[in-house]
């Protein structure tokens, strides 16, 4: 059976035939009764074509704005009865390479599910209900202002829908510690591609709980997700320090993550060795009255630089000697250059809703909407060092224009039973090319860009590297059944199972519709 499915599938992928808009019968669409509302309106049209990545425009055939998981199971079911027909569930339009896009298909806007993407908190429980269209900063401000309490694990920048990181994995500076945010869920409400309204959990239909989770859209849209919740501490201690050898920022990484004992918060990111206001040493220090020394620098340093950023929780009521202490303590372990230390104590909400101020600095000028061919990545241990003599200390000796993140990972930390896919190993490298260009970059400038991405993944796949695509994007079955290895053919079971018509996610480009002649 699963051979037959493969078969079909693949064949179906290769089909040349892609149904022009004046063939596709959208009189389906008449007879569909929803409280919310559909809109064929060209500029809403062409929002829902676009995304942060900035590099496809596709036009859907119209936007529906639901007014709750019914109004999404009745659109699913309604597309079910056309042939050719699709349905993408779009968040927050953070996807980088129109996975949340549908040509000539429709596209539910979720962040419109209006009330139903209200945000319950169960003290008792510990656990919030909240809409799969709810923003991970609105989840953060409710739980926290309101409960004192906060999701265990997050993501870098949080105005991204709660449906959507589930839909990938969701890692930030925490998971070392809790796992992804796919981790830290006990329930979920699904609409799947056969227009069911489902409540799945890890006891309760659970193949379509984890096929789901890292699922990419594929089996089915999240409506309503149960996230864990823990005390939320009052401040953070925030803290970079520099390294100028591989190996021993890695090490120190590794020994953080791995040690019961730990800051609450590990990240690193490479940085080059020069004044460049973006790529270079001023991109360090985290406020103005901070200043980087490179005079403290061996005189042997490459042209790159590592930074392993830290951050430690505490409450109001923890005496300053007592997190010094613990601070001083954690520190105390690591190998980092002695003068290059940078640190600084902000709220809880203010250190996790960071990346904000950043957006709105590029907003101010111009260049969040500006393309974003940015790559990301988990390298196994086992390859990350020559990864990076090969990658960050020569191909992206210069910078990207943007951070360049890489941290470790712990592999026992994700459930092998979602539906996410990691390199092998305990322990693998979350890597992460966020490239930026100025407000009017010219196409050849992108080009560069994407060309560049493109030469680091053929390095990978020269020198052998055991790697996975985060956020992968891939435009043949072929590489998405590389990309899956082993697991390719359970994720075409659950393909079968959940969405046999493959109405779903067609811009991730794993699946098409079955053209019934």
């Not at 992928?13 to 064929?40: F, M, Q, R």
């Not at 009017?440 to 560049?452: D, F, G, L, T, Y």
């Not at 020269?462 to 059944?481: A, M, Q, V």
């Not at 359970?490 to 493959?502: G, L, N, T």
Request: hydrophobic fraction near 40%; aromatic fraction near 10%.
């Amino acid at each position: 059976m699963l051979a037959c499915l493969v078969e079909r599938f693949v064949a179906e992928n290769e089909a040349d035939s892609i149904p022009e808009p004046e063939k596709i019968d959208d009189g389906v669409l008449k007879n569909l009764d929803i409280e919310g509302s559909i809109d064929y309106g060209l500029t809403v049209t062409g929002l829902a074509g676009k995304d942060f990545g900035g590099m496809y425009a596709v036009k859907p055939l119209a936007v529906v704005r639901p007014a709750g998981a019914d109004d999404v199971a009745r659109v699913i079911r309604q597309a079910l009865h056309s042939p050719t027909l699709t349905v993408a569930a779009r968040g927050n339009g953070h996807s980088i390479n129109g996975q949340a896009m549908a040509h000539h298909g429709l596209v539910i806007d979720m962040k419109s599910l209006g009330d139903n993407n209200r945000i319950d908190v169960n003290v008792s429980t510990m656990y919030a209900d909240v809409g799969g269209g709810a923003l991970w900063a609105d989840v953060l401000k409710r739980c926290v202002l309101g409960y004192g309490l906060a999701p265990i694990s997050w993501t870098d920048y949080l105005d991204l829908t709660v449906g959507g990181t589930l839909s990938n994995a969701g890692v930030s500076g925490q998971a070392f510690r809790y796992g992804p945010q796919t981790s830290t869920v006990t329930e979920l409400e699904v609409v799947t591609g056969n227009g069911e309204r489902t409540v799945c959990s890890n006891s309760q239909n659970s193949e379509l709980f984890f096929s789901v989770l890292g699922g990419l859209g594929q089996f089915g849209i999240i409506t309503r997700a149960r996230v864990m919740l823990q005390p939320a501490p009052d401040m953070v201690r925030w803290i970079r320090v520099v390294y100028s050898e591989f190996d021993e920022f890695t090490r120190d990484a590794e020994l953080l993550v791995m040690s019961p004992e730990s800051f609450d918060y590990v990240e690193g990111f490479v940085f080059v060795n020069s004044d460049d206001p973006v790529n270079g040493w001023p991109s360090v220090p985290l406020d103005s009255n901070h200043s980087f020394d490179p005079t403290q620098l061996p005189t042997n340093t490459g042209p790159v630089l590592y930074c392993l950023e830290v951050a430690l929780h505490y409450h109001n009521h923890d005496h300053p000697t007592t997190v010094n202490m613990m601070v001083e303590k954690l520190l105390a372990r690591l190998r980092f250059i002695e003068h290059l230390r940078f640190e600084a104590d902000m709220t809880y909400m203010d250190f996790l809703l960071r990346v904000k101020r950043v957006e709105q600095m590029a907003r101010d000028n111009g260049i969040w909407d500006a393309p974003h061919p940015w790559l990301n990545m988990f390298v196994s241990k086992r390859d990350i060092g020559t990864f990076n003599r090969i990658v960050f200390q020569n191909i992206l000796k210069d910078g990207i224009n943007g951070p360049m993140l890489t941290y470790p990972l712990i592999r026992s930390k994700w459930n092998n039973r979602s539906s996410v896919v990691l390199p092998k190993g305990e322990i693998f490298y979350l890597v992460a090319l966020l490239r930026f260009s100025h407000a009017h970059p010219k196409e050849s400038e992108i080009n560069e860009m994407v060309a560049q991405n493109q030469e680091i993944l053929q390095t990978c796949i020269n020198n052998g590297f055991d790697f996975k695509l985060y956020l992968p994007h891939y435009k043949s079955t072929e590489e998405w059944k590389k990309h899956f290895g082993d697991q390719w053919g359970r994720f075409v079971e659950r393909k079968s199972q959940f969405d046999p018509k493959a109405v779903l996610a067609p811009g991730q480009k794993i699946f098409t519709r079955n053209h019934q002649r």
